[in-house]
């Protein structure tokens, strides 16, 4: 063990007792400590959690809070593991679509309201106590497929991958919308304008047709939530009979 708590050879945080060491019960439990940073993190971003700052939101010394959590990779692994414990896991209905794209919608609106959790989402904190739980209730979902376990997991990390990413693309258009200097409204109708003066040259056959037939125009108002449920479904559709 090296000084400050941290350990000198690999652990895992699910691993370690509470608190390192001897003596009274821990003034802090790993629920508060995870609880606060994942306030900093919804509130002001990953880059704002720090060891300094949750020491100091739940009332201890930078230092001492090294005898709870280690490393700031621990800190990160308790976040993730505490908004994987909001997931709703009612029982399968015995239809794995349905039941995985309702896990997708699931982990929509967790990124939703925690913005930086895709940041973490990779292996090295994927396995705390609530993330097993998630990935054995996704494993029950996929019994009726008739693939191998392990492209089961496969399939989950795609679902997720692709979920990832389509929050990621609301985010960032969230984001401009906010910092636009007029009305959004206003720009997309220039901008639907500019577009369909290209389509009039005729240079843009292919694209003009996918237009007409419904197609999302670049930029305007999307029901997002029906876009979701279709590019999840296209995913699960490639798996299975």
């Known amino acids: 063990m090296t000084a400050g708590g941290r350990p000198a050879e690999p652990e895992v945080i699910w691993s ?17 400590i995870a609880s606060e940073a994942v306030r900093i993190a919804d509130e002001e971003g990953i880059e704002a959690v720090s060891m300094r700052r949750v020491a100091a939101g739940i009332g201890a010394g930078t230092m001492s809070l090294y005898n709870y959590v280690p490393r700031k990779e621990d800190l990160y692994e308790l976040m993730v593991d505490a ?8 029982p399968p209905t015995g239809d794995w679509r349905a039941d995985m794209l309702a896990l997708a919608r699931g982990t929509r609106a967790l990124m939703h309201r925690h913005p930086w959790l895709p940041r973490l989402l990779n292996p090295v904190y994927g396995f705390g106590p609530n993330a097993l739980r998630y990935l054995e209730h996704s494993l029950d979902c996929l019994v009726p497929l008739d693939v191998p376990d392990g492209e089961k997991l496969e399939l989950i990390a795609a679902v997720n991958g692709t979920v990832a990413t389509f929050v990621a ?4 258009m969230a984001e401009r919308a906010r910092t636009l200097p007029w009305d959004e409204v206003e720009e997309q109708r220039v901008r639907t304008a500019w577009l369909g003066s290209r389509l009039a040259t005729g240079e843009y056959p292919r694209l003009a047709a996918a237009l007409v037939a419904g197609g999302p125009v670049p ?3 999307l029901d997002m ?17």
């Not at 370690?16 to 790993?30: D, E, V, Y």
């Not at 908004?83 to 009612?90: A, D, K, T």
């Open 225 to 241: 939530d029906a876009v979701f449920d279709r590019s999840v479904s296209r995913l699960l559709g490639a798996w299975g009979a």
């Open 219 to 221: 930029g305007a108002g």
């Open 169 to 172: 693309s609301e985010s960032a």
């Open 83 to 90: 908004v994987s414990g909001e997931y709703e896991l009612p």
């Open 16 to 32: 370690r007792p509470q608190r390192a060491g001897r003596g009274p019960r821990p003034a802090h439990s790993r629920e508060s």
